[in-house]
């Protein structure tokens, strides 16, 4: 499985970005999608993921905030980014994974800069 990710950049405090992940390959074993993020001396943290038949998760500090979602159709899966925060300063990084084997797949980062 291969991820392509998109859609990182630049914007001031309280602005929007979407994230795009656009996955090929060998997708019918893959079980679910997401985003991670690495801030600077941070470790990488699971940002939010949306499985197969629809159910989500997103880590604390965006929820209400981000939005995932997925165009099956497309193999796309999207992170709609509003009322953005300094601290989501980071590189966002495309996961794709199955369950057996258990197996994870990963996008090269896409930098994402709240500037203040």
């Known amino acids: 499985v291969q991820l392509q990710a998109s859609g990182g950049g630049l914007v001031q405090a309280g602005g929007s970005l979407r994230l795009s992940c656009t996955a090929s390959g060998s997708i019918f074993s893959v079980a679910y999608m997401g985003w991670y993020r690495q801030a600077p001396g941070k470790q990488r943290e699971l940002v939010a993921v949306?499985?197969?038949?629809?159910?989500?998760n997103y880590a604390d500090s965006v929820k209400g905030r981000f939005a995932i979602s997925r165009d099956n159709a497309k193999n796309t899966v999207y992170l709609q980014m509003i009322s953005l925060k300094p601290e989501d300063t980071a590189v966002y990084y495309c996961?794709?994974?199955?369950?057996?084997?258990?197996?994870?797949?990963w996008g090269q980062g896409t930098l994402v800069t709240v500037s203040s």
């Open positions: 949306i499985r197969n038949g629809g159910t989500t």
């Open positions: 996961n794709a994974g199955q369950w057996l084997p258990k197996k994870d797949y």
